[in-house]
């Protein structure tokens, strides 16, 4: 039986990130503003619109964040509906964006890959939006006919049951890595994305569907909880879930925003969860309080590479304290998938090495 996705509406303030975004002009402390309507925008020629999950008031507008008190007697701009009948290519993907939806397909060439799996080990949303919510994702797919009509698509799945008529099929085996968006891509066009792209899983569909369904924008998101899934308003603060869920973390405890493979280390659990949180997991510190042994040459995380990489290389190389920055150019092709990390009977941090490896200047995965 499949889980349903339960909604959780208990935030009491919201805090939305800034990051690549600036507030509407006019927004200040004080200010009442209604659930859905817009309060930052961010940049490009189809910005990104971020807006209120819950009626509430403006407590803060900082230099990197908005946050909003909620008030569900708050009176603001209610937000204007969608009308999608009549949009379509570069049009309808600016209306969709000014709805908040983050991931958006273009009409470039080849195929879109649609993955009916969850694409990592923490995030398992997947079979709930697929069956309990089919005429959001069928409603999602028509917005991708409309938005990209000449693209072919493909549906991945890990069981043939999933697949629907219609569609040429690709059957996921395997588990993780192969689930990631990053391989799927790589399995069936070749081409090398640590970012995924041209991959929709099943949130995107989702959040497609939802602004093509209801014409409103979006204010909630799928978001897989500890062992359970629930619709969260944009902007709920870590703090707030995880107290909502009992997971109470405890000194050398990591609280991990995303998969746990891929997820990324919350430093601060005031900050709130935008569109592309897809999980919130708590890693206690037993997981994790054996260090890592010196590289025994097994050569098992190159084996494991799905892009071919000899990811013994940098490996042997930090062991031997000659590892340098940026010297993998080789490395280019790394989906940054963590399946080396996984293999290594060591425990060796091989994402980290290969990261630094191959582009010292990236902060994080992809």
């Known amino acids: 039986m499949v889980d349903v996705i339960k909604t959780w509406d208990g935030a009491h303030v919201l805090s939305l990130s800034l990051t690549g975004a600036a507030p509407l002009r006019g927004l200040k402390k004080g200010r009442p503003v209604s659930a859905g309507e817009p309060v930052a925008v961010g940049d490009g020629p189809a910005p990104l619109v971020l807006r209120a999950a819950l009626s509430g008031f403006i407590s803060d507008v900082g230099p990197g964040e908005i946050i909003i008190s909620r008030d569900d007697a708050a009176v603001g701009e209610p937000p204007s509906a969608l009308s999608p009948a009549g949009l379509e290519g570069a049009e309808l993907a600016q209306a969709l964006a000014g709805f908040g939806v983050p991931v958006i397909p273009g009409g470039s060439a080849g195929p879109l890959i649609i993955s009916a799996a969850d694409p990592e080990p923490g995030l398992a949303w997947s079979a709930a939006l697929f069956h309990e919510h089919r005429e959001t994702i069928s409603a999602g797919l028509t917005a991708v006919g409309r938005l990209c009509p000449n693209r072919p698509l493909i549906w991945a799945a890990e069981k043939p049951e999933d697949f629907p008529s219609g569609f040429q099929t690709h059957l996921i085996r395997g588990g993780y890595p192969e689930t990631l968006p990053a391989v799927l891509k790589k399995r069936l066009t070749g081409l090398s994305d640590p970012g995924g792209r041209d991959v929709l899983g099943g949130r995107e569909l989702f959040f497609l569907g939802r602004a093509w369904r209801t014409g409103l924008p979006l204010t909630h998101l799928p978001l897989s909880l500890g062992p359970a899934n629930y619709f969260v308003p944009a902007g709920s603060r870590v703090i707030d879930l995880l107290s909502f869920a009992n997971l109470q973390p405890r000194p050398g405890d990591a609280v991990v925003m ?23 997991n708590l890693v206690r510190a037993a997981s994790f309080d054996r260090p890592p042994s010196p590289c025994r040459a097994c050569r098992a995380c190159a084996r494991a590479c799905p892009a071919g990489l000899a990811v013994d290389l940098p490996a042997a190389l930090s062991a031997a304290q000659w590892l340098k920055p940026g010297a993998g150019k080789n490395f280019g092709d790394c989906l940054f998938c963590g399946a080396c990390a996984l293999a290594c009977p060591a425990r060796r941090p091989l994402i980290s090495m290969v990261r630094l490896f191959a582009c010292p200047e990236r902060g994080s995965a992809p």
């Open 258 to 280: 995303g998969g746990l493979v891929r997820g990324t280390t919350v430093s601060r659990l005031t900050r709130g969860l935008g569109f592309l949180a897809g999980g919130l």
